[in-house]
């Protein structure tokens, strides 16, 4: 059964830093692409960044270029997403996704996590 599971979101002011972290069982992790996405209340599901298979190649939304990093240890079946200089608008449940193709759509990504909320105070 493939499972991912995010961790590390919480509250923190604007300015501040946060690392999720999502860890993947039950799937060939080094195979899928992953990607970030988030949901703030009220809005659609939103693309965050996405990193290919081997860690290569990333792709980021333009709201968080420069801003977020996003990384992957396939050794240990997780992929990391640095968050820097928070906003009040990067509040959301991020979500890491799985998928067998690297790209910033979701419907690319075959599995999900539950998610972890960010809440950025201004």
């Known amino acids: 059964q493939v499972q991912l599971v995010e961790s590390g979101g919480g509250l923190v002011q604007a300015g501040g830093s946060l690392r999720l972290s999502c860890a993947a069982s039950?799937?060939?992790?080094?195979?899928?692409?992953m990607g970030w996405f988030r949901q703030a209340p009220g809005k659609e599901r939103e693309f965050v960044v996405s990193i290919s298979k081997s860690g290569g190649s990333t792709r980021y939304a333009n709201s968080v270029k420069g801003r977020f990093t996003v990384s992957r240890d396939n050794d240990a079946n997780t992929a990391y997403l640095q968050m820097n200089i928070l906003k009040p608008e990067d509040t959301a449940v991020y979500h890491c996704?799985?998928?067998?193709?690297?790209?910033?759509?979701?419907?690319?990504?075959?599995?999900w996590g539950q998610g972890t909320q960010v809440t950025v105070s201004s």
């Open positions: 039950g799937v060939s992790f080094s195979n899928y692409a």
């Open positions: 996704a799985a998928g067998p193709v690297w790209g910033s759509t979701s419907g690319v990504y075959r599995y």
